[in-house]
Nanobody, 123 residues
Framework: VQLQASGGGLVQAGGSLKLSCTDS????????MGWFRQAPGKEREFVAV????????AYADSVKGRFTISRDRAKNTLYLQMNSLKPEDTAVYYC?????????????????WGQGTQVTVSS
């Protein structure tokens, strides 16, 4: 397994969680990385992306102002800080490595995917 996501769990609405994604093969340092999520019965959707250097980020409108994506290239780890969580944030969250140093919202731009971590927000 190249990408290992962790940090999911059960939290009440308004709470916080921090997801982590470790690249065991250390192949992501020069590539953009992103987070996607998939709720039951729904398609996988874009959450956030960060450029290879960490200088550029982008977010889905639904999480903007509440979630923060970051990375530590020395540790080969990607993070997603999630605050003010809502029940509609409930999903399996996936980390992914893009094919390029900058990337966008389309899942087809991503070459490697983690196994996913479940986030459940109760009302």
């Amino acid at each position: 397994v190249q990408l290992q996501a962790s940090g999911g769990g059960l939290v009440q609405a308004g709470g916080s969680l921090k997801l982590s994604c470790t690249d065991s093969r250390r192949t992501s340092s020069n590539n953009a990385m992103g987070w996607f999520r998939q709720a039951p019965g729904k398609e996988r959707e874009f959450v956030a992306v960060i450029s290879w250097s960490g200088s550029s980020t982008a977010y889905a409108d639904s999480v903007k102002g509440r979630f923060t994506i970051s990375r530590d290239r020395a540790k080969n780890t990607l993070y997603l800080q999630m605050n003010s969580l809502k029940p509609e944030d409930t999903a399996v969250y996936y980390c992914a490595t893009a094919r390029r140093s900058y990337s966008g919202t389309d899942a087809r731009e991503y070459a490697y995917w983690g196994q996913g971590t479940q986030v459940t927000v109760s009302s």
